[in-house]
């Protein structure tokens, strides 16, 4: 990570009659490439809408309009609040009270007459109308400097929120109305609005939040989008329209460049699509180290539509599908049906290669709005009601995905992955509830996956890799996520830019949790892989496969560059300096012997 700063260099030109300097912020590069594009500014917590102006014939249209949207709104509190009652204790009474409250704001608030009067008046269409509205109400209640207002304001943009989405409908794609190439740059950015970016059209994003390996992160280098997070107060010091490059390479944001700096970022662009074409040409060659060995190469993927990618990498399967995707973006959980024909398009879309579906792991920084009235707002969200927790919790959610998974089963290879394992009774309770789930399928003559797929668990908390060994009675195989194993072990959180720095895969603790995984596997005679972020450094490729692990899954985009170390390793060597590794107990001195292997001959 380099150093937060700030440099200016003067330049004239640009926004209209106004001196443009060039100025370039450093934060936490997360994902590498170079965009170079115009800006397109996001408000915290608004929603990216459609803009345009109607006639004065068109205004009682959009009158009404927004009147169906407020009434869909009502009647989804509504039968929010019938499910919120029938939970139990003080969680039903706190959401029933809440989402009164948002009820209330929909019949003749502020918000409401607000947005009537833009359309009226100002001519707006209805969703800009209530962003416009939202937008100056935020700026009000952020100017009282009370923090119980200031927490008010989340509940007035949620309630807008939902009605933009009722008004918009699932046919508006958020960013998909901006021109080709364009920079998202926002205040923080959610894993759920990353996954509204096409790399297609989106060049490439920034934001004032966010840490390296949280899950916004982790999507920008699957969907191969350059990416800088952690740029303090960003969002202020660009405009929409204004030139910008991102730098995810050096971590480096550089707003309204002049023209030698974007020449000179433009060859910097270009010579790193060179390499990356070279690399492309590894594709159909086998990950086989000088000695012999054979590794797999899976990826990790979180929509359908990255499949491309995965093929485009030469991915010899999926080894992590993050379902909790499927549930983003959206009011209600995806029925059944939606499910299967997700997950089977990607079954068949891989071509008989394994696909490694996850059930949901929701909570923590992942949130998905369908899921709301599930999780309750916790002390400490990353500790919480989080992934096979909340899943075992509200069972028939889990009930309902086992259901699509097993059917996509009926279409190809299909392997199911528990998140955030920590006791063998989870593992035992969930077994019961896939026997349940293949009764019921199996009684209604649904074809389903035969023999029942292989449930493995996320060896992803000091727990469950300390307890490895119990833990391998119970399941099929592990996959190793190093993302959360190593935010759990040395408590730092993987999405926080503030404590970015001291967030190191290659503690001793990390790296023996990982030891301890791989030999309980092994004992055991249970396959293991590893999905987390370092599966897809080339950095860490020797220590992993000196570690044991055979099998890797990935970002699409970072497999040729793992293969490429592959291909040059030896792994009797690796094996040796992996030993001299795990016998350090600092952390530098273990990167040191790293990266010294990585740099020899
Ligand atoms: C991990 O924790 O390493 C992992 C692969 O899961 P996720 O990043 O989705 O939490
Ligand atoms: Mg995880």
């Known amino acids: ?47 990216d809408v459609p803009e345009y102006s109607i006639t004065a014939d068109d205004v009682a249209d959009e009158l009404t309009r927004f009147d169906q949207a407020i009434e869909k709104s009502i009647k989804q509190l509504r039968s929010l609040r019938v499910k919120a009652a029938a939970l139990s204790g003080a969680a039903s009474e706190e959401l029933c009270y809440l989402l009164d409250a948002h009820q209330q704001m929909l019949s003749g608030s502020r918000l409401v007459r607000g947005v009537q009067d833009r359309i009226r008046e100002q001519r707006s269409n209805a969703e800009a109308a209530v962003q416009a509205e939202l937008s ?71 934001s004032a939040l966010g840490g390296a390996e949280g899950h916004t992160a982790i999507m920008a280098r699957s969907l191969g989008l350059p990416a800088v997070l952690g740029v303090p107060s960003l969002a202020h010091a660009v405009h929409s329209g204004d030139t910008i490059i991102v730098d995810g390479v050096r971590g480096r944001v550089v707003v309204n460049p002049s023209e030698a700096t974007a020449a000179k970022y433009q060859r910097r662009r270009e010579a790193l ?30 929509l359908p539509s990255e499949l491309p990618l995965a093929h485009q990498a030469g991915a010899e399967g999926v080894g992590l599908l993050r379902s909790e995707f499927l549930y983003m973006n959206r009011d209600d959980p995806p029925s059944e049906d939606e499910q299967y024909v997700a997950l089977r398009s990607v079954v068949e879309g891989m071509e008989g290669e394994p696909v490694t579906v996850r059930t949901l792991d929701v909570g923590g920084e992942k949130l998905a709005l369908s899921l709301g009235h599930h999780i309750s707002p916790s002390v400490n969200p990353a500790l919480g009601l989080r992934a096979i927790r909340l899943s075992l919790k509200f069972q028939p959610l889990l009930e309902t995905q ?21 006791t063998v009774s989870e593992v035992k309770r969930v077994r019961e509830v896939v026997d349940k789930v293949v009764r019921k399928l199996n009684r209604a003559r649904v074809a389903i996956a035969e023999p029942v797929p292989p449930i493995g668990v996320m060896i992803e908390t000091p727990g469950a890799a300390l307890a490895a060994d119990t833990l391998a009675k119970t399941c099929d195989y592990f996959s190793i996520g190093t993302n959360d194993l190593t935010m759990y072990t040395l408590a730092i959180d993987r999405a926080d830019e503030q404590v970015a720095h001291l967030y190191d895969p290659l503690h001793p603790a990390v790296l023996r949790l990982i030891k301890f995984t791989t030999e309980a596997a092994a004992k055991a005679g249970l396959a293991v892989n590893l999905c987390g972020e370092m599966a897809g450094n080339p950095r860490y490729t ?22 490429q170390r592959i291909l040059s390793l030896d792994v009797k060597e690796a094996l040796k300096r992996t030993e001299q590794i795990m ?19």
């Open 136 to 206: 100056e109400i935020s700026h009000a209640f952020a100017s009282m400097e009370d923090s119980y207002l200031a927490g008010k304001i989340e509940d007035v943009r949620e309630v807008g929120g939902r009605i933009v989405r009722n008004l918009i409908k699932s046919e508006y794609k958020a960013f998909s109305g901006l021109p080709s190439g364009t920079i998202i740059v926002a205040e923080e950015i959610t894993p759920a609005d990353t996954a509204l970016m096409d790399p297609a059209r989106i060049g490439g994003f920034a």
């Open 402 to 422: 086992l259901a699509a998974i097993l059917r996509a089963g009926a279409h190809g290879d299909v392997r199911i992955l528990l998140p955030m394992i920590t």
């Open 583 to 601: 016998e350090q107990s600092d952390s530098g001195m273990i990167a040191t012997l790293l990266d010294d292997f990585n740099a020899l001959p």
């Open 542 to 563: 020797a220590l992993l496969v000196g570690l044991g692990l055979r099998d890797l899954s990935m970002a699409a985009p970072s497999l040729p560059r793992v293969k």
């Open 273 to 302: 699509l060179r390499r990356q074409r070279q690399l492309d040409r590894l594709r159909g060659v086998p990950a086989l180290t000088r000695d012999g060995v054979r590794i797999t190469l899976q990826c990790n993927i979180e």
């Open 1 to 47: 990570m380099t150093t937060k700063g700030e440099t200016v260099v003067a330049l004239e030109g640009g926004r209209q009659n106004e001196t443009l300097e060039e100025k370039a912020y450093d934060g936490v590069g997360v994902s590498a490439g170079i965009a170079i594009g115009p800006a397109h500014v996001v408000e915290r917590g608004l929603l």
